[in-house]
């Protein structure tokens, strides 16, 4: 956007200009001017001294090494029916007609000079000083600038200096990307669902913007803040949107570009940084992904260049006076992997979590996509933040985006609501992948092992409601979803809850087997996400009767997928194993009993689906609920 880069980059096709240039230069000029009508020809020493000794000679030319010499016109052998190529050498005394240069080898001939002079044959010396420089360059200086072509651009690749200008011009420069006072346009208004956030932030700005008042009481200013979270909750635009509301200069630089190919250049780079930042203050410096740099040192060796790098962000957040008008803010989402140094009083002490926002949080995020794009009748923004729990707000921007994108594929000029929800599926499950075949047996398995799901669901206490059921194929490999929603955010999900998501999980597969007597390796998904469900009710949340409450595993880095470490003996973890094969046994048991019970509806809906392919969880539920419209089989209960 207005980022303003340190030094402009020169494209590569200016180079191959350049280079082309130089090479026309250099034979352009060497070439010498040809003689159109003058045709060459080799001859050797011998041959010259006899034409010279029997004063055929008319004039000789010495050019590196070289004679050139031309015969007298009487003596000139008749032209040749086919004329040589004429390699254009330098002219000598041209004539009209056609002349032969001869050229010879120069020998080591010290009386030659007094022999030609008494032949009375016009002599010179051509010293050729002009192509000598050139063949010089050729030479010599071509292969170097090659060399060093080829160096940079691989340094330029190997040490990330591209951003910078290169091996010559990156050397010490900080490479932050500067936004000027004013220019930052993006303001809190811009970051939704997260008003603590915001809160804990507006401390600085209010302090960039009247930095009297504090220095009067004699408070000191926090150095720096961490903005803490996981990728996509807009800590980077959270950072610009203070430098916004102060409309003081903004200084971003990631901390990988800190790590170089030089030992001691990413130091370097901070001093350039902050020196920089002081000549701007009051100004904001905004260090992404501060991890790379901010990792805890180690005591063994370790990698010199980052500590060096660090230690020198340490000594510089210590350096400027408390006052200076230099606020630096950091974001990580591997918190606990920082050196406790970063972390002291003085440098960044103030810690801003940055959360993945709540259903309020992901309604207002839409609402500010929302205004950018055009939209058509009604649209109900707190119906896709029910549906997309756990979704960041770059996620849900490019839900709106995936949205605009399909109504301008299909040829409307307005996003729908429609386009919204179908949107939420891509990011979910990937595109529809219509083109795919599948034969009626299949079909009526997706379709049976979908509407099992959806039964279950719904005839268990604490499972939630059924949003949507669809059999379409998607681009991900999902041959069908069933996709439930909350009514309202939950925090907290009890015993109960858990056992029945993991019952859920388990219909799929139970309607395979109940209605098809088969079990097919669609169902691996459903398999993993069960277990990995029955294992943490047993190892982190206390809710299995034998261990109580013994963490086994914890989670290792709360930000980033879902890693655990287990932390027990050999023998616990059999047990574990145990436990949760029986815990996912007795859940499957528990769906095949609600299915068989309610067979007539599992077949009845599994139908409706095969042939219109999607339905509304309002759908379902009414089918569910209607009086029974298929003949009655003998075990079925009517509702
Ligand atoms: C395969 N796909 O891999 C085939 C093509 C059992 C009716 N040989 O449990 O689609 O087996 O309730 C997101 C979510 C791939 C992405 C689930 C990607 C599952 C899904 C494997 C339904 N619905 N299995 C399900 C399914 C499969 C898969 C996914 C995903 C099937 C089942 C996929
Ligand atoms: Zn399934």
Same mark, same amino acid.
């Given at each position: 956007?207005?980022?303003?880069?340190?030094?402009?980059?020169? *494209?590569?096709?200016?180079?191959?200009?350049?280079?082309?240039?130089?090479?026309?230069?250099?034979?352009?000029?060497?070439?010498?001017?040809?003689?159109?009508?003058?045709?060459?020809? =080799?001859?050797?020493?011998?041959?010259?001294? @006899?034409?010279? =000794?029997?004063?055929?000679?008319?004039?000789?030319?010495?050019?590196?090494? #070289?004679?050139?010499?031309?015969?007298?016109?009487?003596?000139?052998?008749?032209?040749?029916?086919?004329?040589?190529?004429?390699?254009?050498?330098?002219?000598?005394?041209?004539?009209?007609?056609?002349?032969?240069?001869?050229?010879?080898?120069?020998?080591?001939?010290?009386?030659?000079?007094?022999?030609?002079?008494?032949?009375?044959? #016009?002599?010179?010396?051509?010293?050729?000083?002009?192509?000598?420089?050139?063949?010089?360059?050729?030479?010599?200086?071509?292969?170097?600038?090659?060399?060093?072509?080829?160096?940079?651009?691989?340094?330029?690749?190997?040490?990330?200096?591209?951003?910078?200008?290169?091996?010559?011009?990156?050397?010490?420069?900080?490479?932050?990307?500067?936004?000027e006072g004013g220019e930052v346009k993006t303001t809190f208004a811009d970051?939704?669902?997260?008003?603590?956030?915001?809160?804990?932030?507006?401390?600085?700005?209010?302090?960039?913007?009247?930095?009297?008042?504090?220095?009067?009481?004699?408070?000191?200013?926090?150095?720096?803040?961490?903005?803490?979270?996981?990728?996509?909750?807009?800590?980077?635009?959270?950072?610009?949107?203070?430098?916004?509301?102060?409309?003081? *200069?903004f200084l971003s630089i990631s901390g990988p570009e800190f790590v170089e190919?030089?030992?001691?250049?990413?130091?370097?780079?901070?001093?350039?940084?902050?020196?920089?930042?002081?000549?701007?203050?009051?100004?904001?410096?905004?260090?992404? =992904?501060?991890?790379?740099?901010?990792?805890?040192?180690?005591?063994?060796?370790?990698?010199?260049?980052?500590?060096?790098?660090?230690?020198?962000?340490?000594?510089?957040?210590?350096?400027?006076?408390?006052?200076?008008?230099?606020?630096?803010?950091?974001?990580?989402?591997?918190?606990?992997?920082?050196?406790?140094?970063?972390?002291?009083?003085?440098?960044?002490?103030?810690?801003?979590?940055?959360?993945?926002?709540?259903?309020?949080?992901?309604?207002?995020?839409?609402?500010?996509?929302?205004?950018?794009?055009? #939209?058509?009748?009604?649209?109900?923004?707190?119906?896709?933040?029910?549906?997309?729990?756990?979704?960041?707000?770059?996620?849900?921007?490019?839900?709106?985006?995936?949205?605009?994108?399909?109504?301008?594929?299909?040829?409307?000029?307005?996003?729908?609501?429609?386009?919204?929800?179908?949107?939420?599926?891509?990011?979910?499950?990937?595109?529809?992948?219509?083109?795919?075949?599948?034969?009626?047996?299949?079909?009526?398995?997706?379709?049976?092992?979908?509407?099992?799901?959806?039964?279950?669901?719904?005839?268990?206490?604490?499972?939630?409601?059924?949003?949507?059921?669809?059999?379409?194929?998607?681009?991900?490999?999902?041959?069908?979803? @069933?996709?439930?929603?909350?009514?309202?955010?939950?925090?907290?999900?009890?015993?109960?809850?858990?056992?029945?998501?993991?019952?859920?999980? @388990?219909?799929?597969?139970?309607?395979?087997?109940?209605?098809?007597?088969?079990?097919? #390796?669609?169902?691996?998904?459903?398999?993993?996400?069960?277990?990995?469900?029955?294992?943490?009710?047993?190892?982190?949340?206390?809710?299995?009767?034998?261990?109580?409450?013994?963490?086994?595993?914890?989670?290792?880095?709360?930000?980033?997928?879902?890693?655990?470490?287990?932390?027990?003996?050999?023998?616990?973890?059999?047990?574990?194993?145990?436990?949760?094969?029986?815990?996912?046994?007795?859940?499957?048991?528990?769906?095949?009993?609600?299915?068989?019970?309610?067979?007539?509806?599992?077949?009845?809906?599994?139908?409706?689906?095969?042939?219109?392919?999607?339905? @509304?969880?309002?759908?379902?539920?009414?089918?569910?609920?209607?009086?029974?419209?298929?003949?009655?089989?003998?075990?079925?209960?009517?509702?």
């Amino acid at each position: 956007m207005d980022e303003k880069q340190a030094k402009p980059r020169r *494209p590569l096709w200016f180079w191959l200009f350049v280079g082309l240039g130089v090479v026309v230069l250099i034979f352009g000029l060497g070439a010498p001017r040809a003689l159109s009508n003058a045709s060459e020809e =080799e001859v050797t020493y011998d041959v010259f001294l @006899t034409a010279l =000794e029997e004063g055929k000679v008319q004039e000789v030319e010495l050019k590196s090494g #070289t004679l050139y010499y031309t015969l007298k016109e009487a003596a000139q052998p008749a032209p040749t029916a086919a004329p040589q190529l004429n390699f254009g050498f330098r002219t000598l005394a041209g004539s009209g007609r056609k002349t032969t240069v001869y050229t010879v080898t120069a020998m080591d001939d010290p009386d030659l000079v007094n022999r030609l002079h008494a032949a009375g044959v #016009t002599f010179s010396e051509n010293p050729g000083t002009g192509n000598m420089l050139l063949l010089v360059l050729i030479q010599y200086a071509v292969p170097i600038l090659f060399y060093v072509a080829i160096f940079s651009f691989l340094f330029r690749r190997m040490g990330k200096l591209g951003a910078g200008g290169g091996l010559m011009g990156g050397l010490g420069k900080s490479n932050a990307r500067s936004i000027e006072g004013g220019e930052v346009k993006t303001t809190f208004a811009d970051v939704a669902g997260q008003d603590e956030a915001k809160e804990s932030l507006q401390e600085i700005v209010s302090y960039l913007h009247n930095p009297q008042e504090y220095t009067e009481i004699g408070a000191r200013m926090p150095r720096g803040a961490l903005l803490i979270g996981p990728p996509g909750t807009g800590k980077t635009l959270m950072a610009r949107a203070v430098a916004g509301e102060a409309g003081v *200069p903004f200084l971003s630089i990631s901390g990988p570009e800190f790590v170089e190919l030089f030992v001691g250049m990413g130091a370097s780079k901070v001093r350039d940084l902050f020196k920089e930042a002081r000549e701007k203050a009051p100004c904001i410096v905004f260090i992404d =992904e501060i991890d790379a740099i901010g990792k805890k040192r180690d005591g063994f060796g370790g990698n010199d260049e980052r500590e060096q790098t660090l230690n020198q962000l340490l000594s510089e957040m210590d350096g400027f006076e408390g006052n200076s008008g230099v606020v630096v803010l950091a974001a990580t989402n591997r918190p606990e992997s920082l050196d406790k140094a970063l972390l002291r009083p003085g440098r960044f002490d103030r810690r801003v979590p940055v959360e993945l926002p709540d259903q309020g949080g992901r309604e207002a995020i839409l609402r500010i996509h929302c205004n950018r794009i055009k #939209t058509e009748g009604e649209i109900d923004l707190a119906a896709i933040a029910r549906i997309t729990p756990g979704a960041s707000g770059a996620d849900l921007a490019n839900v709106i985006n995936e949205a605009a994108l399909c109504a301008v594929r299909s040829g409307r000029h307005a996003v729908t609501q429609k386009d919204l929800e179908d949107s939420v599926d891509v990011a979910l499950a990937g595109k529809q992948r219509k083109s795919m075949v599948i034969s009626q047996r299949e079909k009526e398995i997706i379709a049976y092992h979908e509407v099992g799901h959806a039964l279950v669901a719904a005839k268990q206490k604490g499972a939630s409601p059924v949003h949507k059921i669809t059999i379409i194929p998607r681009t991900s490999g999902a041959l069908g979803f @069933t996709m439930q929603a909350d009514e309202d955010e939950r925090f907290l999900m009890d015993k109960q809850e858990a056992f029945a998501k993991i019952v859920t999980l @388990t219909g799929g597969r139970a309607a395979e087997e109940l209605c098809f007597d088969s079990v097919t #390796t669609g169902a691996s998904n459903d398999i993993e996400q069960a277990t990995s469900i029955a294992r943490a009710m047993i190892t982190r949340y206390g809710m299995s009767e034998s261990f109580g409450m013994t963490a086994f595993e914890q989670m290792v880095n709360p930000y980033l997928g879902n890693d655990t470490t287990m932390n027990c003996s050999q023998e616990t973890a059999a047990r574990i194993d145990r436990e949760v094969i029986a815990l996912i046994d007795k859940a499957y048991d528990q769906a095949k009993t609600i299915l068989k019970d309610n067979r007539s509806k599992l077949d009845e809906i599994a139908h409706v689906l095969i042939a219109r392919e999607t339905i @509304t969880g309002q759908e379902f539920m009414d089918i569910l609920n209607a009086p029974v419209a298929l003949p009655v089989s003998p075990e079925a209960k009517p509702e």
